[in-house]
Nanobody, 122 residues
Framework: QVQLVQSGGGSVQAGGSLRLSCAVS????????MGWFRQASGKEREGVAF???????RYDASAEGRFAISKDNAKSTLYLQMNNLKPEDTAMYYC????????????????WGQGTQVSVSS
């Protein structure tokens, strides 16, 4: 019943930009918390950016100042604008959503997108 479909991603040079999108279908979208996670090869999944039902964003220290999370409730779509990309940003990126619980770990989110690869070369 709930689906998250991602688009965007790709390969860029260091310093470049990418914009990821996550289209969400399901009831009560406006009440959900949403987030972006990434998982690099051989590493655990980590949170990148989050946004609550009121639109307040939160960022991991590695992303703050370079990335911007936003959502368009009319389009039921979540975005991640990534600027000044670095090679260490290379990973599979996933969007996630769930009813807000007050926590911001992967375990707090029950619905996930299919993932999209972001590759940054130096």
């Amino acid at each position: 019943q709930v689906q998250l479909v991602q688009s965007g991603g790709g390969s860029v040079q260091a310093g470049g930009s990418l914009r990821l999108s996550c289209a969400v279908s399901g009831d009560k979208y406006g009440w959900w918390c949403m987030g972006w996670f990434r998982q690099a090869s051989g590493k655990e999944r980590e949170g990148v950016a989050f946004i609550d039902s009121s639109g307040t964003p939160r960022y991991d220290a590695s992303a703050e100042g370079r990335f911007a999370i936003s959502k368009d409730n009319a389009k039921s779509t979540l975005y991640l604008q990534m600027n000044n990309l670095k090679p260490e940003d290379t990973a599979m990126y996933y969007c996630a959503a769930d009813y807000c619980s007050g926590t911001w770990t992967a375990a707090a989110f029950g619905w996930w997108g299919q993932g999209t690869q972001v590759s940054v070369s130096s």
